[in-house]
C-alpha cells in the first residue's frame, strides 16, 4: 500500500544483450531490495530496436513502485542498479545488458539536466506506452492530460510483440504461470 499517489513509481526496464529474461528478472530482484515489493509488474514484451543500426530486439517491461523520496535519488538508485548488473554506457541509444528508465513519480513534474519527468519520450514510446498502460492505465500524463491507455491505443504498436517465457517447473514438477499483473 502506498501512502499517497504522489508515492507511486513507474521504471521501465529493458535489455538486448544477453539472457535478456535473466536481465529483466536481475532488474526485478535488486529494485524490490531496495525499495520493497513491486506494487505491479506488465508483461514482458519483445520490441524492435530503435537508435544504434544493428542491434538485436529488445525485451521490455514496466514495474510500479512506492517510493516515498525525492525522484532523483530514486533515478540515481536506477543508475546505480544498473552499474551493479553490468551496464555500460558506450553509445547513446546503443545496445545494453539492462536500461532502467524512471518514467514517472505521481505526477511530478521535473525538467532539468539531471532528470525530466514525466520520461520526455514516454509518450513517443510504444515500448514504454503498451506495458505502462497494462498496469496504470487510468495515470494521466501531467503535462498532456491524456491517460496512458489512450497514449497507448494511439501508438504503433508493430514492433511491440508479448513474449512468452516457458514457466519454471515447481517442486513437484508443475509449471507455474509467467510472473505479471499485480504482485
Do not use: K
Request: hydrophobic content about 45%; proline content about 9%; aromatic content about 4%.
Amino acid at each position: 500500500m502506498i501512502a499517497s499517489s504522489q508515492d507511486l513509481a513507474a521504471l521501465a526496464l529493458g535489455s538486448n544483450l544477453g539472457d535478456r529474461g535473466a536481465h529483466l528478472a536481475a532488474a526485478r530482484q535488486r529494485i524490490a531490495a531496495r525499495w520493497g515489493p513491486l506494487l505491479s509488474c506488465s508483461a514482458v514484451y519483445e520490441t524492435d530496436p530503435e537508435g544504434a543500426p544493428g542491434q538485436g530486439p529488445y525485451l521490455n517491461q514496466v514495474v510500479t513502485i512506492a517510493f516515498a523520496g525525492e525522484p532523483e535519488t530514486l533515478l540515481r538508485g536506477a543508475l546505480a542498479i544498473e552499474a551493479d548488473l553490468g551496464r555500460r554506457r558506450a553509445e547513446r541509444w546503443g545496445p545494453r545488458t539492462i536500461d532502467i528508465d524512471l518514467l514517472l513519480h505521481g505526477d511530478r513534474l521535473r525538467t532539468g539536466p539531471e532528470l525530466e519527468l514525466p520520461h520526455p519520450r514516454l509518450h513517443l514510446r510504444a515500448f514504454v506506452l503498451v506495458p505502462l498502460a497494462e498496469v496504470l492505465p487510468d495515470w494521466r500524463h501531467p503535462r498532456l492530460l491524456v491517460a496512458a491507455r489512450a497514449l497507448a491505443a494511439g501508438a504503433d504498436r508493430a514492433g511491440v510483440r508479448p513474449w512468452r517465457v516457458a514457466p519454471a517447473p515447481t517442486s513437484g514438477g508443475q509449471r507455474e504461470p509467467p510472473q505479471r499483473g499485480h504482485l
